[in-house]
C-alpha cells in the first residue's frame, strides 16, 4: 500500500454520489457536528404538553413537531392510550415524556431525542433508533429495537420475541426477560438481558456481542459463548449503572454470546461444508 | 392480519357483549371483512341454545325467490327438530338468515347437529348451555348492533376481526368457530395453518366435519377431536402447539374457561392483562383499553405458551 495516498488510486469510484448523502444531510458547521441541516434549535427548559386523547397518529406528531419548530425543547405527551406510529422521526435533540403506555411502531426512526416512556410500549419500538437514548419503564412487545443503528435502547421490563432483529448498532437494555430470536441477524452494537433469554438465541448473527444474566433457552446457528473480560464487565457495570439496572450480584455471572462467524463465507462453502455449519 | 380479543371474569358477570363489542371495535384496522362472537350467558339448565343459519348475507342480492328459500329452509329445519324430539321454546330472528332457538333436548346431540345441516344452506354456528355464538359480515359495531349484543351479560367471550386471507368473505369462513359436535366450545385463531391440508384430512378420516375452506376451522375441530378422546383442553393447546404447523395464536372458550396458545416462532401478536377480577387478551393494546382506559401492566406471551383461566 506505499504510495497510495487516495481511495482513488486504490479503484474505488471517483464520481460524486447522488441523493441523500452527508454533504446535503449534515452541516459541519453546527456546534457538536453533524446535525441535521433542518434540525430544530430547542430549548429544554421551553416544556409543552401534548393530549393524545382523541387525537390520530398524524395530529400528535405534527403537533409535537409544531411545538419543536417554536423552540420547545421538553414536551410530555399524555394520555397516549397505547395507540400506534406515535413519537415517530424526531431527528434532533429534545426531551420527550411519554405519560402512559404506546402501541405498535412507537419511537421509530429517531435521531437525537431523550424518550422515556412510564407505561408498556407495543411491537417495533424504537425500530431503526440511529442516536439518543430511550426508556421503557415496563413491558416491551416484540421486536423492540429492530435494525437499530445507535443511542441507548432501555426496556426496564421484559420485553417479546426477536428483540434486536437485524441491529446494527447502538445499545440495547433489557431489566427482566427476552423471548426467542433476540439478536437474530444481528450486525453490530451490543445488548444485554438482565434476565433470561428465549431459544435460538443469536440466530445467525453476524457480528455483535449479546450478554445475558440469566438462563438462555438455547442458541441460534451460528451464535457462540465468548470469553467475558474486564473490559465487557466494566462496560456492562457503567451502563447498567446508568440506567438503574444493576444487578445486585454485579456482573460476573453475566454469559457473552458472540457470532462464530461461520456463515460469513456461507455462499462459498461446499453442500456437505454447509451441513457441517447449520 | 385479523385481531382476536378475549375476555374473562373470575368473579362474577359483566356486561360481555358490550364490552367484547368495544374490544374488537379497536380492532377494525385489523381486519374489516367480518366480526364474530362467543359469548357466555348464565347457563339454562335443560335448555340448548341452537344458533343457526340457512343462508350467507349475500345470498339475499340473488333475487326475490331467495326470501321464499330462506322461509322454506328455516321450516323445514324446524320439522327436523321435531322430528328428533327437540322442543323449540323460544324462537328468534336475529336477522332474516339467522336464528336464534332455545330448545329443549336429551337426545344424541351430533345427530341432530347432522340432520339441520342436511338442510340447503343450513350450518349451526353452535349449540350451547351458555354460549352464543353470533358472526355476520362488517365491523363489531355492525354486527353487535344487529344482534343486539349491547346489553348481553356473562362471565367470558372470544371475538374475531377478520381480514379474508386463505378463503372468502362469508359468513361460514368467519370466525368464531364452533367445536361441532361439543356444547359450548368455541375457537378464534389469528395467523396461518401451513399443514391444514394434511391434517384435515387426517381429521376427516376420523369422521370430523368441516364446513368451510377456512384453515382456522381446523382447530376447532382438532380441538373437537382431542375433547372426544378425553383430552383436557390446557392438553389439548400444548398438543397442538407440536402437531399444528404454522404460524398462530387462537383462543379456546368452554362453558367456563378460556384458553390461549401460541406458535413456536411467537409470530402473531398477543397482548395479555391479568388482575384478581378479570384477565383481557387482545392481538393489540389498544381493544384493552377499549374497555380498561387508565394505565394497566400488560405483557406478550412468550413462543410455545399455553395459559388456560377459569371463570
Redesign the interface.
Same mark, same amino acid.
Given at each position: 500500500m506505499a504510495g497510495v495516498s487516495t481511495s482513488h488510486e486504490m479503484g474505488l469510484h471517483t464520481e460524486p454520489l447522488k441523493g441523500r448523502d452527508i454533504k446535503t444531510m449534515f452541516t459541519l458547521e453546527n456546534e457538536g457536528g453533524y446535525g441535521y441541516a433542518f434540525a430544530r434549535d430547542v430549548d429544554f427548559n421551553k416544556r409543552a404538553e401534548v393530549d393524545a386523547e382523541g387525537k390520530t397518529a398524524r395530529e400528535v406528531n405534527s403537533k409535537i413537531r409544531e411545538l419543536m419548530d417554536s423552540g420547545h425543547g421538553t414536551i410530555v405527551l399524555k394520555n397516549p392510550?397505547?395507540?400506534?406510529s406515535l413519537v415517530v422521526g424526531i431527528l434532533n435533540r429534545a426531551n420527550i415524556i411519554v405519560e402512559?403506555?404506546l402501541?405498535?411502531f412507537g419511537c421509530g426512526l429517531l435521531d437525537g431525542p431523550n424518550v422515556r416512556v412510564?407505561?408498556?410500549v407495543?411491537?417495533s419500538f424504537g425500530e431503526n433508533l440511529m442516536a439518543g437514548t430511550i426508556v421503557v419503564e415496563?413491558?416491551a412487545?416484540?421486536t423492540f429495537g429492530a435494525a437499530m443503528r445507535g443511542g441507548d435502547l432501555v426496556c426496564k421490563?421484559?420485553v417479546?420475541?426477536?428483540t434486536g432483529i437485524d441491529q446494527k448498532g447502538g445499545t440495547i437494555l433489557v431489566g427482566g426477560d427476552t423471548?426467542?430470536?433476540s439478536g437474530f441477524m444481528m450486525q453490530r452494537g451490543r445488548m444485554v438481558v438482565c434476565g433470561n433469554a428465549?431459544?435460538n438465541l443469536g440466530d445467525s448473527m453476524y457480528d455483535g456481542t449479546i450478554y445475558v444474566g440469566g438462563e438462555i433457552k438455547d442458541l441460534g446457528v451460528d451464535a457462540i459463548p465468548g470469553e467475558l473480560t474486564d473490559l465487557d464487565k466494566a462496560w456492562l457495570t457503567r451502563k447498567l449503572t446508568q440506567y438503574e439496572l444493576m444487578p445486585e450480584k454485579g456482573v460476573d455471572h453475566f454469559t457473552k454470546i458472540v457470532a462464530g462467524k461461520q456463515l460469513w463465507s456461507y455462499d462459498n462453502l461446499e453442500p456437505s461444508e454447509k451441513k457441517l455449519v447449520l | 392480519m385479523c385481531g382476536i380479543a378475549g375476555l374473562i371474569y373470575r368473579k362474577g358477570t359483566s356486561n360481555i357483549g358490550q364490552e367484547m363489542t368495544d374490544m374488537l371495535q379497536a380492532l377494525k384496522h385489523r381486519g374489516p371483512d367480518s366480526t364474530g362472537f362467543a359469548i357466555y350467558g348464565k347457563p339454562t339448565k335443560g335448555q340448548h341454545v341452537l344458533r343457526f343459519k340457512v343462508a350467507e348475507q349475500e345470498d339475499l342480492d340473488s333475487g326475490l325467490k331467495i326470501h321464499d328459500e330462506i322461509k322454506d329452509r328455516r321450516s323445514r329445519v324446524d320439522t327436523i327438530l321435531k322430528e328428533l324430539g327437540a322442543k323449540v321454546t323460544k324462537a328468534e330472528e336475529a336477522t332474516e338468515y339467522a336464528y336464534r332457538y332455545e330448545i329443549q333436548f336429551d337426545g344424541d346431540m351430533k345427530k341432530l347437529a347432522d340432520h339441520v345441516e342436511d338442510v340447503e344452506g343450513a350450518e349451526i354456528l353452535s349449540i350451547g348451555n351458555s354460549l352464543e355464538l353470533i358472526k355476520d359480515l362488517g365491523d363489531a359495531g355492525v354486527v353487535s348492533g344487529q344482534y343486539g349484543l349491547g346489553n348481553f351479560t356473562g362471565t367470558h367471550g372470544i371475538g374475531h376481526t377478520r381480514m379474508a386471507t386463505e378463503s372468502d368473505v362469508d359468513i361460514r369462513s368467519a370466525h368464531p368457530y364452533w367445536a361441532y359436535p361439543y356444547n359450548d366450545i368455541a375457537v378464534v385463531h389469528n395467523g396461518q395453518i401451513t399443514n391444514y391440508w394434511l391434517m384435515r384430512r387426517q381429521l376427516e378420516r376420523e369422521g370430523q366435519r368441516f364446513v368451510s375452506n377456512c384453515d382456522s376451522e381446523l382447530l376447532a375441530v382438532y380441538t373437537a377431536s382431542n375433547m372426544e378422546k378425553g383430552i383436557s383442553l390446557e392438553e389439548s393447546l400444548t398438543q397442538s402447539i407440536q402437531e399444528i404447523d404454522g404460524v398462530f395464536t387462537y383462543l379456546v372458550t368452554t362453558a367456563d374457561q378460556l384458553g390461549m396458545a401460541k406458535d413456536?416462532?411467537?409470530a402473531k401478536?398477543m397482548?395479555l392483562y391479568e388482575s384478581d377480577d378479570m384477565v383481557a387478551l387482545a392481538s393489540? #393494546?389498544?381493544a384493552?383499553?377499549a374497555i380498561i382506559?387508565h #394505565?394497566?401492566?400488560?405483557?406478550?406471551p412468550?413462543?410455545e405458551e399455553v395459559r388456560v383461566w377459569q371463570a
Open positions: 392510550g397505547a395507540a400506534h402512559g403506555s402501541g405498535y412510564s407505561g408498556r407495543g411491537w415496563k413491558n412487545g416484540s421490563g421484559s417479546g420475541s426477536r423471548g426467542a430470536f428465549g431459544k | 413456536t416462532m411467537a401478536p397482548v393489540e #393494546e389498544v384493552i383499553r382506559p #394505565e394497566i401492566d400488560t405483557w406478550d412468550y413462543d
